[in-house]
């Protein structure tokens, strides 16, 4: 089982910055570099979606359309902590936050055969933190 704690949210003006935080943990045996790291988000009415995804096996990125160009997502391996940099803020921005995670052996072979993306496939989730930009 893994945890996940998101961190940094808050109100901010459009053209603001804010950086997320997703502090990750696990039982006894639990390691963070064999797991991808996704932020998602909801907004009121939509569906989820993925923002941006790291690996943590191998540096790989996804950012989503939206966030290409202003966000930047990284990782810290010696905090077991994901970040996500996130500059230019609109309103359109404004969702709950969701960390997430993804045991990478169990989906190495699809994604290397290009059957399933980094952001696919994500079965634990935080409490998840709030973004609103104001205009």
């Known amino acids: 089982d893994v945890q996940l704690q998101a961190f940094g949210g808050g109100l901010v003006q459009a053209g603001g910055s804010l950086r997320l935080s997703c502090s990750v943990s696990?039982?006894?045996?639990?390691?963070?570099?064999?797991?991808?790291i996704g932020w998602f988000r909801q907004a009121p009415g939509k569906e989820h979606e993925a923002v941006s995804c790291?690996?943590?096996?191998?540096?790989?990125?996804y950012y989503s359309d939206s966030a290409k160009g202003r966000f930047t997502i990284s990782s810290v391996s010696t905090k077991n902590t994901v970040y996500l940099q996130m500059n230019g803020l609109k309103s359109e921005d404004t969702a709950r936050y969701y960390c997430?995670?993804?045991?990478?052996?169990?989906?190495?072979?699809?994604?290397?055969?290009?059957?399933?993306?980094?952001?696919?496939?994500?079965?634990?989730w935080g409490e998840g933190t709030q973004v609103t930009v104001s205009s």
């Open positions: 790291y690996n943590n096996m191998n540096g790989n990125t």
């Open positions: 696990g039982l006894p045996g639990f390691r963070f570099d064999d797991y991808a």
């Open positions: 997430t995670a993804r045991y990478q052996p169990r989906f190495m072979g699809e994604e290397l055969r290009g059957d399933l993306e980094l952001c696919d496939e994500y079965d634990f």
